[in-house]
Every structure is written in C-alpha cells, then in structure tokens.
C-alpha cells in the first residue's frame, strides 16, 4: 500500500527525482515536464465535469493511470505517490480518492475535507478503470458529504465574522492589525479599543 499525497504541481515539478516517490501531473494545458524515469506520468486534461468534452477526462486517461499504478504498485522502493495538478483542490484529490479506495483505503477523508472539491468525472471513471465501481447513489453520498464539509466551515467564517464586527461595535477590539515579521511570518491580532 503506498501513502497517497495531493500537492500542487508547481509545488513538485521542478524536483521529481526522490527516487523513493512517484508522481501524477494533471496540467489544465500542454506543459513540457521534464519526467526523471518511470516514476512520472504527465496528463494534461481540463478540470470538467461534462462527460463529452474532448477537454475533459477521459477513459484513456484512467486507463493510463491504472497502468502506471500497475507498474509501480509492488515497487517497495516506492512509498508514496504524489497527485498533482493545477489548483490542488479538484482534479488531483479525485485520482488520489480513487486511488485510496483501489488500495481498499477509505476515500471518505478526502470527501469530508473543505480543502478539496473533487471531480466527480474523474472520480467515476478512475474508479471504474480500477474496477471498483462507485454507484450513483454513492457518489450523490460523497458529493452531499464535501458540500456539507464546505457549508459547514462557510458557516464558521460567517460566524466569525460576525463575531467579530460584533466585538467591534461593543468597544471591545480595534481594526484587525496585522504584520509579517522580516522573515515573512503574519500575526494579526485585535488590541483591545482605548475607552477614554
């Protein structure tokens, strides 16, 4: 079983030589990739959910990455696979959610996250490719799962803000204040309104 990661491809594209790792690169556009080897396999597809796009995944997309999985699956060399692709939040966390339930992992982490919205085009036909089909229902399930984890923290930061004006109107903070240090670290903080 390999440790799944999702990262930005401009996070890892420049250094793909850990020969302990693999990589998945999803670019949205043609991009040259230097690739070191048989540890990388670049796609390039567009991050779309409508099934009859030329521009979105397709069948030969999964069919390669069940392929590449193959070849890397009993390497014990290799202890984790880097999903990668433009915005972190989409169309890699799909392929790392199908990869995850293809080693029998429950994907649902990566369904309930708020960081993550996966494509569920991607997701489907992955898991398919993988012969581990996901039913409507179930997807519907997991979709209703990461809008509620995206609402829910929403809600939070409502809440917060309102909070926030609320302890204003009473007196009881200042404007927010922040400041990055010389090493570029952000602090912010709500000194407390003079009452004079």
């Known amino acids: 079983m390999k440790d799944i990661l999702i990262s930005l491809?401009?996070?890892?594209?420049d250094d793909l030589s850990d020969e302990n790792a693999a990589y998945?690169?999803?670019f949205s556009h043609d991009k040259q990739v230097t690739a070191d080897g048989e540890n990388t396999l670049v796609?390039?597809?567009?991050?779309?959910?409508?099934?009859?796009s030329p521009d979105a995944f397709q069948v030969s997309h999964a069919k390669q990455i069940v392929r590449f999985y193959e070849q890397i699956r009993d390497n014990d060399r290799i202890t984790c696979i880097f999903v990668c692709c433009d915005g972190g939040i989409s169309r890699s966390p799909a392929i790392a959610a199908a990869l995850m339930r293809a080693q029998g992992q429950d994907d649902n982490v990566i369904w309930s996250d708020r960081e993550y919205d996966p494509n569920t085009l991607v997701y489907r036909r992955l898991c398919h490719a993988f012969g581990h089909p996901v039913t409507s229902?179930?997807?519907?399930?997991?979709?209703?799962?990461?809008?509620?984890?995206?609402?829910?923290?929403?809600?939070?930061?409502?809440?917060?803000?309102i909070?926030?004006?609320?302890?204003?109107?009473?007196?009881?903070?200042?404007?927010?204040?922040?400041?990055i240090d010389d090493e570029g670290n952000r602090k912010t903080e709500f000194p407390k309104k003079n009452r004079n």
């Open 24 to 26: 998945i690169l999803c």
């Open 9 to 13: 491809n401009k996070a890892v594209q």
């Open 163 to 179: 909070e926030e004006i609320i302890a204003y109107q009473r007196g009881e903070i200042a404007l927010r204040v922040t400041t």
């Open 137 to 161: 229902r179930e997807l519907r399930r997991k979709v209703r799962q990461n809008r509620e984890a995206w609402s829910g923290s929403l809600f939070q930061i409502l809440k917060q803000g």
């Open 43 to 52: 796609l390039h597809f567009q991050d779309l959910d409508d099934d009859k």
